[in-house]
């Protein structure tokens, strides 16, 4: 069918939504719309625009015979700010605080309009790097390794405290809670990973990083790379961490004597590229 | 800032793209790019007749003083038989026979392309009710459900196999698996629903349906609501079934002997409203 420029940028733009991180050739569009591909261009040139100005993520086009664009998602600084704003005011409300001195965040981390933000703000954090999978931990990290992984447009991988008759073989690794201080067990399925793939590891939240390390340790018993490491909140005054080179949203401290609890800014404002976007945000 | 017709219509397809189900009013279309509501009325009609034709969703317009509109995403039929069609391809390869007589899908149930297709046809599915929040069990079928509760723009909470210490009081019940007989343990954070909350109950795989009833018997617990089950894949020859009045996209039987498996659809087109959108696939 042939359709005319203000539909065209309509469907262009969903459909540049829907296909973050792939190259669209112009030869896609054109037969999609039936239009000269020197439209399709004058149409992408618009949408680029608007994306960037509004802050949405860059189109980056590649010219000649095989001339095609890809959409990457990017969250723009100010709009980064503003998320973290809200979720530390959200979080350090006062019926957050469990006994023992843990932090409810289970309605946050099922939450849409948070975790599909969180994980364009990870995922824009590692916009310039080569990324193939993302793995987390089950159970409570898994939405946003998965908001991560929808941005990325990459598998995701979850890795299991016990191996389940549904996964076929697995490879079975014990390792040492950092905190605690216990042996437990992490499970991944043998043909979840193939050699050389770049993962980037995604948790909810990461005490000393016994879990994290963990899922380092079983990524080379697959061969696999270790793309990057993110975490939604990590706990301050937890010392020696076991890794480093992480990225982290927020960073929580808490006091159980008084039971107050302090949220702050973690690493990631100073982790997100800085890719020339302008940046107002889009809501 | 004043924006241009064409990039209007880029910044509101994006903008109601991220916002599903959510009534924004015209007002603040028209604020945010200095237009006059005459202008932003025309752009969403533009916007309608692609989302329409091209089976992306509904906009649906409430005149008036409150005046606003709400992008509900919605897939077309042949869409979701393009989708079934290939869920049934991948399903079908040999090797994804397990000893026992199960089926590996943890790829399909981690990978973005299929889950936020799978997630958009179980809510097209649930056009017409009022959803409050995605239900589900752990871990598999969380990035299903995820993807549903992304498309209704409503909260997910996830059951659990045992309570934890991050999850405040919680609400325990004992089931009884319909096909192992075997009495398992589900746990849900007390302060996750309140009374009344419509649910939409959302799991990966289905054999007798025991784990569907005793989600149904928890929400009972916590004066909610049933408003609607659906799973990816049930398992056909297991009888009798625990719940009805469930939806299901593929429907499993497998021979055991002979380790030979069928795929076919589930009740899922049977159920699919026909809100009168014209049916080209958006891809």
């Known amino acids: 069918m042939k359709l005319k420029r203000s539909s065209r940028l309509v ?28 439209s399709i261009s004058e149409d992408l040139a618009i949408i680029k625009e608007n994306f960037e100005s509004m802050g ?11 001339g095609g ?16 704003d809200g979720l530390k005011e959200q979080m350090t409300q006062k019926d957050r605080l469990l006994p ?9 981390l099922g939450e849409p309009k948070y975790v599909n933000a969180i994980g364009r703000l990870i995922a824009s954090v590692y916009v310039n790097e080569k990324i193939d999978v993302i793995m ?29 008759v549904t996964e076929g073989p697995t490879v079975s690794m014990n390792y040492i809670s950092g905190s605690s201080k216990r042996i437990q067990t992490m499970v991944l399925p043998r043909r979840s990973l193939r050699e050389y793939t770049r993962v980037l590891i995604v948790d909810d939240f990461m005490k000393a990083g016994g879990t994290m390390k963990g899922m380092m340790n079983l990524l080379k018993e697959f061969g696999a790379a270790l793309a990057g490491m993110a975490v939604f909140v990590e706990k301050k005054d937890e010392q020696p961490k076991l ?23 973690g690493n990631v404002m100073d982790q997100l590229p800085n890719i020339g976007m302008r940046s107002e945000a889009p809501d």
Chains 1, 2 share one sequence.
């Open 11 to 38: 469907d262009m733009t969903g459909f540049l939504l829907r296909h973050p991180r792939k190259v669209i050739s112009l030869s896609y569009f054109s037969d999609r719309y039936g239009s000269a591909k020197s």
């Open 56 to 66: 949405v993520g860059r189109l980056q086009t590649l010219a000649g015979a095989t």
């Open 69 to 84: 664009v890809t959409y990457v998602p990017f969250m723009a600084r100010v709009e980064a700010e503003q998320l973290l």
């Open 100 to 108: 023992g001195g843990y932090l409810y965040m289970t309605d946050i």
């Open 136 to 164: 987390t931990m089950e159970t409570k990290g898994i939405p946003i390794a998965y908001a991560v992984a929808s941005e990325c447009n990459v598998p995701m991988v979850i890795v299991r405290r016990s191996s389940k």
């Open 243 to 265: 890794v480093d080179h992480y990225t982290s949203l927020l960073k929580l401290s808490m006091t159980e004597q008084d039971n107050t609890l302090k949220i702050e800014n």
